[in-house]
């Protein structure tokens, strides 16, 4: 069986990423480690860390200062001992089979998985509760969570299927990872560094794979939208220039950089209406 490394940059997000490390519970073995990455966390949030009640010991690695998910991942790709390296955001939730289902695939060769995402609108007392109680977790995620769809399809014949690189639910072979030099470190700022790696990927010739049993559930958040929008224009307009000899790619850089432009980061009215369900419960 292959080893596993589940590696997840955080920053000041402990209450949910507690539930997340404690979802990992059934996944974890002497074939599976996590990896947590504090990029930049207050003190009080890594001593609180220190005191959580889980069933394995997570490897950490802590950063002072904040450097963004591109460096912090890497350090923790640095620190991985698996064959497959799984990356996971710090308010993400695995269902059970979790790793199995997306080892699975890698066992027929493919270098990238992508599993199934899905949102979670669950108000903060609840994360709370589950966290001391996870009994109903499981099922909780799956009458509520709702599928976000891949918007570029998964197909392993797809010419775009790089446009779904997200690390919110993905795993690939370390060997892939560092022939193509892991994540670009000009990535300090918010957006499209995992975008930028699977477009590497892809032009390594890496089979992408996608499962519906490896799903996992995203804690919802609010974000300021407004304050990311020109981090991500400005990471859109490095990737075109990185990529200017590649004709297609280039095209779907430039729609994306145009789209976001035009219309911002922004989330749906309908989930606007469920944070507002959430705030008043």
């Avoid at 990238?112 to 001391?132: A, C, P, T, W």
């Avoid at 797809?158 to 690189?165: G, K, L, T, V, Y």
């Avoid at 990927?201 to 519906?212: C, F, P, S």
């Amino acid at each position: 069986m292959k080893k596993v490394s589940i590696i997840i940059p955080t920053y000041n997000k402990l209450i949910r990423l507690r539930l997340a490390l404690k979802a990992l519970e059934p996944e974890v073995d002497e074939n599976v480690e996590v990896i947590v990455v504090f990029d930049g966390c207050d003190k009080v949030v890594i001593d609180q860390f220190h005191k959580l009640k889980l069933s394995y010991k997570p490897i950490e690695i802590i950063n002072e200062r904040n450097v963004g998910r591109a460096r912090a991942r890497n350090m923790g790709i640095k620190a991985a001992t698996g064959d497959v390296v799984f990356f996971l955001d710090d308010d993400r939730l695995v269902n059970p089979g979790y790793v199995k289902a997306h080892l699975e695939l890698h066992e027929k060769g493919y270098g990238v998985v992508l599993g199934q995402r899905n949102q979670l609108f669950m108000k903060e007392s609840d994360i709370v509760h589950y966290y001391e109680d996870t009994t109903n977790l499981f099922d909780y995620c799956e009458q509520n969570g709702e599928i976000e769809i891949y918007a570029f399809g998964h197909g392993a014949n797809s010419p775009i299927r790089w446009m779904n690189f997200f690390t919110g639910n993905v795993s690939v072979d370390r060997k892939a990872l560092l022939d193509v030099g892991c994540f670009d470190s000009f990535f300090t700022k918010w957006g499209h560094e995992d975008l930028d790696l699977g477009i590497r990927l892809y032009l390594k010739g890496v089979r992408y794979g996608y499962t519906t049993k490896g799903n996992n559930y995203h804690l919802m958040h609010e974000s300021n939208f407004d304050s990311k929008r020109e981090q991500s224009a400005m990471n859109l307009r490095y990737m075109i220039g990185k990529y200017n000899r590649y004709f297609g790619i280039c095209m779907m850089l430039r729609l994306l950089y145009m789209k976001q432009s035009v219309f911002g980061v922004k989330i749906s009215k309908d989930q606007k209406a469920k944070f507002q369900m959430l705030s008043q419960e």
